[in-house]
């Protein structure tokens, strides 16, 4: 369910509102969402990549940092090939039938840091999302600290 409130929130959060319907899919230990979950379309019919967004402004900024600093293709290295093509098999087998069915809509290798820790997140499997969890609490601390208290 999304409350007016999240709405407000989100929209805060992202700076607008977000083009897809969504719904909240992980909130803070605050009720605050998290990750919402998008609609496989917009609201005009068209496909789209995404099935979670990080909404958290402070985590997408930091996720952003770790993105700068070459973490796409650190994550592509650090995380076997196996593992990423069987997150994006059960990934596309929950998606089934729908278009861009792996994560971040990524044909090969992997495409956001951002859409693996929000899958991750919202309990989907992606050893991408571990790793990210990982640079989090290395380079950002204090965030993946708030960000475990918070989903507390």
Not at 11 to 28: F, H, T, Y
Not at 32 to 45: A, F, K, Q, T
Not at 51 to 61: C, G, S
Not at 96 to 115: D, E, F, Q, S
Request: net charge positive; proline share 7%; hydrophobic share 45%.
């Amino acid at each position: 369910m999304v409350r007016d409130e999240d709405r407000d929130w989100v929209r805060e959060q992202l700076g607008r509102d977000p083009s897809i319907p969504w719904m909240v899919a992980v909130r803070s230990a605050e009720g605050w969402p998290i990750v919402i979950e998008l609609e496989p379309y917009d609201r005009e019919g068209r496909p789209q990549s995404n099935w979670f967004w990080l909404v958290d402004r402070r985590l997408v900024q930091a996720v952003a940092r770790i993105e700068a600093r070459g973490g796409v293709r650190r994550a592509e290295k650090a995380v076997s090939p196996e593992a990423l093509a069987l997150a994006n098999a059960a990934h596309a087998s929950a998606r089934r039938g729908l278009p861009h069915p792996t994560i971040a809509g990524a044909r090969a290798g992997v495409k956001c840091l951002h859409a693996h820790l929000a899958y991750h997140l919202a309990g989907g499997f992606s050893p991408v999302g571990v790793w990210t969890m990982g640079e989090l609490a290395a380079l950002e601390p204090t965030i993946a600290r708030e960000l475990e208290r918070r989903l507390a």
